[in-house]
């Protein structure tokens, strides 16, 4: 059962920045690769951005490459993402998940999971216009 918590999201305006933090409270995650995913309502789950276990490589999806950016912490269990020029179409619930992705860019698939128990609660970003 995944053990990471997502925090940081609220009420924002467009143009605006945020910045959420995804934290590993039950294991240390050092080793894994972590995606960020997003779930805005009646829309299927999209991937937004990864990074690899040592940080060194990152991966975007398109509707967020230049604007968001990913990056870690081990030494704090914690992963963020930073979002810039926030846009009305960036409001959705997102999620973060491990992996042991190789190459990282495979980390998508992890979108199509749907069990209750692998994704966390997720923090609300809402964007107004």
């Known amino acids: 059962q995944i053990q990471l918590a997502e925090s940081g999201g609220g009420l924002v305006q467009a143009g605006d920045s945020l910045r959420i933090s995804c934290v590993d409270s039950?294991?240390?995650?050092?080793?894994?690769?972590i995606g960020w995913f997003r779930q805005a309502p009646g829309k299927e789950r999209e991937f937004v951005a990864a990074i690899s276990w040592s940080g060194n490589s990152t991966y975007y999806g398109d509707s967020v490459r230049g604007r968001f950016t990913i990056s870690r912490d081990n030494s704090k269990n914690t992963v963020y993402l930073q979002m810039n020029s926030l846009k009305p179409e960036d409001t959705a619930v997102y999620y973060c998940?491990?992996?042991?992705?190789?190459?990282?860019?495979?980390?998508?698939?992890?979108?199509?999971?749907?069990?209750?128990?692998?994704w966390g609660e997720g923090t609300q970003v809402t964007v107004s216009s």
């Open positions: 998940a491990p992996d042991h992705a190789d190459p990282l860019e495979t980390i998508v698939v992890l979108r199509t999971i749907t069990r209750d128990d692998f």
């Open positions: 039950g294991r240390t995650f050092s080793s894994d690769d």
